[in-house]
């Protein structure tokens, strides 16, 4: 099984967006040398614990420092940006790093109201064009448009000896439509969705329409998981990131993932643990045995060709062993 990484350059207390973001670079190095298939980076904007607005100026750094792992978007957030300038950002990188980039597409905010007008004072009605800013993105990336249209004037230059993959992302039945009509391949954020992912990829399957992308569907389906040494050392990793949850949740300003030991002490009421909860049974966390099997289980159920693995801890020192442990249990 195809396994990959999803960063989303997490920012832990005590450390900085810097410090991050080379931990992100070091991160896809790690992924390389393990095996892993692809590695892509998210896209969000104005969080504090999150250090990536712009995942393709950190694909320039990353490409740079690697030499044969995938790298992608995971994903550009589409409504924000013109279809022409995503093309030519991205043709540009499958220039430098030939038969490497992936561009993921995405339709979420990726971050707060004010920052998502601060973006694109349109958002809601771009999110609407959703269907043909997509369409138009994949012409410009083919370099299609038919003779009597404007756009055939021009070009998403350079143009690349290997186009960029196409990626839609999503966690429900609009993105996997739209991403079968077009004949993309197709991610699926089982980690953030609570719908039925399943029967959502099998749609996409089932309608996937050949476009000249793909000649068949292809899937990925992006989970959180936490491995450590035992099961006891992967839930006490994962406090971390459940404890930076519930404080995001309520507004709470915080300085980064906090660390276990702040994980510990925090005083947690009768909902915040039900949450905990709720948020542990839709990762995998466990010892490499435990993550392998769950893993499995997961792309048996959804068929996936692909898992994706996020994976927050408050030491990217642990996160990095997560990967490691989980490529060990696998082989890769």
């Not at 999110?127 to 994949?138: G, Y």
């Not at 000896?161 to 004949?183: D, F, H, M, R, Y």
């Not at 039900?274 to 993550?291: A, C």
């Amino acid at each position: 099984m195809k396994l990959s990484i999803l960063d989303q350059s997490p920012i832990s207390v005590g450390k900085t967006a810097g410090e991050a973001l080379e931990a992100s670079m070091k991160l896809a190095q790690t992924g390389e040398k393990l095996g892993y298939e692809r590695y892509w980076i998210a896209e969000h904007h104005d969080f504090p614990a999150l250090a990536c607005p712009a995942p393709e100026v950190m694909l320039g750094y990353i490409g740079a420092n690697t030499t044969k792992i995938r790298i992608g978007s995971g994903a550009v957030l589409l409504p924000h940006y013109k279809p022409y300038k995503v093309a030519e950002t991205y043709n540009l990188l499958a220039t430098l790093f030939p038969n490497r980039i992936d561009l993921g597409i995405g339709r979420a905010p990726g971050g707060s109201a004010e920052a998502t007008i601060a973006l694109s004072n349109n958002y809601l009605e771009q999110v609407r064009n959703m269907p043909e800013s997509t369409k138009e993105l994949l012409q410009f990336l083919r370099n299609d448009f038919p003779s009597d249209h404007m756009f055939s004037k021009i070009s998403a230059s350079p143009l690349p000896v290997t186009l960029p993959q196409p990626w839609i992302l999503g966690t429900g039945e609009k993105s996997a439509i739209l991403a079968a009509e077009n004949g993309t391949a197709y991610a699926f954020g089982h980690f953030m969705s609570d719908k039925d992912g399943e029967n959502i990829v099998k749609s996409y399957v089932e309608h996937f329409q050949p476009t000249g992308i793909l000649q068949g569907p292809k899937t990925i389906v992006a989970v959180s998981a936490i491995c450590a040494e035992t099961t006891e050392r992967a839930e006490e990793l994962a406090l971390s990131g459940h404890l930076w949850k519930i404080q995001s949740g309520k507004g709470e300003e915080t300085n980064g993932i906090p660390s276990i030991e702040e994980a510990k002490q925090y005083s947690y009421n009768h909902d915040e643990k039900e949450m905990i909860k709720k948020m542990s049974s839709k990762m995998i966390i466990g010892s490499p045995k435990e993550v392998k099997h769950q893993l499995l289980d997961i792309q048996a159920h959804y068929h996936a060709d692909e898992i994706m693995i996020v994976t927050i801890t408050h030491s990217y020192e642990d996160r990095a062993c997560s990967y490691e442990l989980i490529a060990e249990a696998f082989s890769l």
